[in-house]
């Protein structure tokens, strides 16, 4: 399955950088990826590494890993239902507040890493069986129009953003 490009009008403006980060023609291969590209390059890292933050007011290495799941699942839910064409407006959610409440510090890097796995492995399973005609469909998120296609890029680029961050701010510590 090859979907092209969501256009502007599918998504809020301020996803258009996740939504840049997916290469034409890669979602998929880009989806099924992540995990284990991820696994390999911070699976191994201790906890100290993982509660590591590269400056005041920022989040811990271990916070970023269960942002990005838990973004994944909000994202993988207003596809679900958009795509089985649900015109119900989507709330929005606070990262902040869900970080703030989470405690992934208890966790290990490795359990963090497991989970984003498990929840790569639930939305796979719902982009694999949607037709074309689900992934045109238009929903309401946050009070912003968002088409199931632009859901499952903004879910893909969202990752990439932040495992660059990861690299950029964490791993040189």
Known sequence: MTLSRPQPGEYAAYFEEYIREVPEGQLMSLLELQPEEAMLKLGTLSDEAGNYKYAEGKWSLKEVLGHISDTERVMSYRLLRIARGDKTPLPGFNEELFVSH????????????????????????????????????????SGEPVSSRALAYIIAGHATHHFRIIRERYMHA
């Open 102 to 141: 989470a405690n992934f510090e208890r966790l290990s890097i490795l359990q963090l890493m497991k989970e984003f796995s498990l929840v790569r492995s639930s939305t796979l399973s719902l982009v694999r069986q949607l037709d074309d005609e689900a992934w045109q469909r238009i929903g309401t998120a």
